[in-house]
T-cell receptor, first 115, second 113 residues
């Protein structure tokens, strides 16, 4: 398996500011990580696939200039929500897949509240 | 792209009864089907998964069945307990180069003592 951490676990920010969320693989070198968003009482929606050393692949409808993803090393991917608005308030979860199986290992999530 | 439908959206059972949640998928290339349990504010936890070369898999009180021809798969929980109460999500993946998952909309399972 793999152990995934996220930081912060929760954050409150004001509208118009930017927030960075970190996703770390503690015991595995991940070339690919995934970022999901989950609104209250809804399902997980894949936002983008983060690729180490290259540009992220965004899902249809996700603004790449608003949700900046940087996968600068094999153990760290970051998601920056730029110019946050209240509608960006959500639970953001990252995951990775080790290549040994199809199983994905999820981080604990980050609760973002934009006021 | 892949589309996963999940039913029912809510399910209430009495402790000790069985619970069944069903999902259908659209992409015939999908070959990996995990089920997750998610408690409020927590990360999804994998409870069981199945690959397309297998029709059924069981782990204690939990079982999953897959019908590739009909493109549907189901989660079966027997002898339900109050601690089984949570939201359950099915998902599908075609593997390939990035293993991305498409999730169903979830089922809120309530087990009444």
């Amino acid at each position: 398996g793999a152990v995934v951490s996220q930081h912060p676990s929760w954050v409150i920010c004001k509208s118009g500011t930017s927030v960075k969320i970190e996703c770390r693989s503690l015991d595995f070198q991940a070339t690919t990580m995934f970022w999901y968003r989950q609104f209250p009482k809804q399902s997980l929606m894949l936002m983008a696939t983060s690729n180490e050393g290259s540009k992220a692949t965004y899902e249809q409808g996700v603004e790449k200039d608003k949700f900046l993803i940087n996968h600068a090393s094999l153990t760290l991917s970051t998601l920056t929500v730029t110019s946050a608005h209240p509608e960006d308030s959500s639970f953001y979860i990252c995951s990775l897949e080790t290549g040994d199986s199809y199983e994905q290992y999820f981080g604990p999530g980050t609760r973002l509240t934009v006021t | 792209g892949e589309n996963v439908e999940q039913h029912p959206s809510t399910l209430s059972v009495q402790e000790g009864d069985s619970a069944v949640i069903k999902c259908t998928y659209s992409d015939s290339a999908s070959n990996y089907f995990p089920w997750y349990k998610q408690e409020l504010g927590k990360r999804p936890q994998l409870i069981i998964d199945i690959r397309s070369n297998v029709g059924e898999k069981k782990d204690q009180r939990i079982a999953v069945t897959l019908n590739k021809t009909a493109k549907h798969f189901s989660l079966h929980i027997t002898e339900t307990q109050p601690e089984d109460s949570a939201v359950y999500f099915c998902a599908a993946s075609s593997g390939g180069s990035n293993y991305k998952l498409t999730f169903g909309k979830g089922t809120l399972l309530t087990v009444n003592p």
